[in-house]
């Protein structure tokens, strides 16, 4: 081989490692810069569960410190918002679980319910008035108060008419003992529409408020029987809280709703005020201090922390796409 060929073949040589070089150090860094970034995720994901853990303790030492916060006399407020029915706000659990908090709690002189909802559920407003009678039993020195704002009508006054004194605003809507059934009947309708309903039952009255199926006069007759008794059961409750208070005949259970002022000739409430007048005037402390499911100033700020913490936490593992998580 001669000297030129053979200098051609060194310079090939010499460039094809400079290459290999060349890549090898590439791939090098990438691996480097790989172990970089797994090693910053692992520092950010245990700063972020540090960060987690570090809230959490801040907020069991602080609903500690709240119980321990009530260390002045007061008057407990829980509020009755929206409609009575289990999962919402006004759901039995969630009044009943402030009502024996507020009635434990030895600095509270008394409790005042206040009222803003068009009723609901009769059974879950029958679990809140036996309780109130069952604390009213255990705590006879604590008064419980309903106050009405807005309005306070069917299930509300229900709950209500367990207090010892009701209050209301005169132009408040205060009433409505009755109970209400409502559907509609779409049979004509699938007629002319030529579809065919079809429902299989075991029962021969299974379907019977089925609205794509004719309501037949046993099955009326029955429901309002229903209906009847359930009145009947709310009737003597209202009866039974408010005694020789009430004025009127029996219109006073015949659904309809009056206002604050017309209530208190009725005998339906006990006077014309606001929850803090009920406090200051009559229970005589006009410290109020709000129990049940309402969050504290605390629990706002861990609340609030934590959802920008999910956030983050979600991002960095991947999840962004699976929403807030609260």
């Known amino acids: 081989m001669d000297d030129k060929l053979q200098a051609t073949v060194d310079k090939a040589q010499d460039g094809g490692k400079r290459e290999w070089r060349l890549i090898e150090k590439l791939l090098m860094g990438l691996h480097a810069e790989q172990r970089r970034s797994r090693r910053w995720g692992i520092f950010f994901k245990l700063l972020t569960f540090g960060y987690l853990f570090g809230i959490l303790a801040i907020f069991l030492i602080g609903k500690d410190l709240g119980h321990e916060v009530l260390t002045k006399e007061h008057t407990a407020i829980i509020d009755v918002r929206g409609p009575i029915a289990d999962g919402e706000e006004a759901s039995a659990d969630n009044i009943v679980g402030a009502l024996r908090a507020a009635f434990k709690e030895p600095k509270s002189r008394a409790v005042i319910m206040r009222i803003n909802s068009p009723g609901g559920s009769p059974v879950q407003s029958g679990y809140v008035y036996d309780e109130i009678k069952r604390l009213r039993g255990l705590y006879p020195q604590k008064k419980l108060y309903a106050v009405i704002s807005d309005i306070g009508a069917s ?172």
């Open 155 to 326: 299930g509300a006054y229900y709950m209500a008419a367990a207090a010892d004194e009701i209050y209301a605003d005169k132009a408040s809507l205060v009433g409505s003992i009755g109970v209400t059934s409502a559907g509609f009947g779409f049979v004509e309708l699938i007629d002319k529409l030529g579809v065919e309903r079809r429902a299989l039952v075991s029962g021969e009255h299974k379907a019977f408020l089925d609205p794509f199926s004719p309501l037949k006069d046993s099955e009326r007759r029955f429901w309002e029987e229903v209906l009847g008794t359930t009145h009947q059961q709310f009737i003597d409750q209202v009866r039974a809280g408010r005694g020789d208070r009430l004025k009127g005949d029996d219109s006073l259970f015949s659904g309809l709703i009056w206002t604050g002022e017309q209530a208190l000739k009725l005998g339906l409430i006990d006077g014309l005020a606001s929850s803090s007048m009920v406090a200051r005037d009559i229970v005589g402390q006009e410290e109020l201090v709000e129990y049940g499911s309402k969050l504290s100033a605390l629990e706002k700020l861990v609340d609030r922390l934590g959802v920008s913490v999910s956030r983050s936490l979600a991002t960095e593992l991947g999840l962004g796409s699976m929403g807030t998580l609260r």
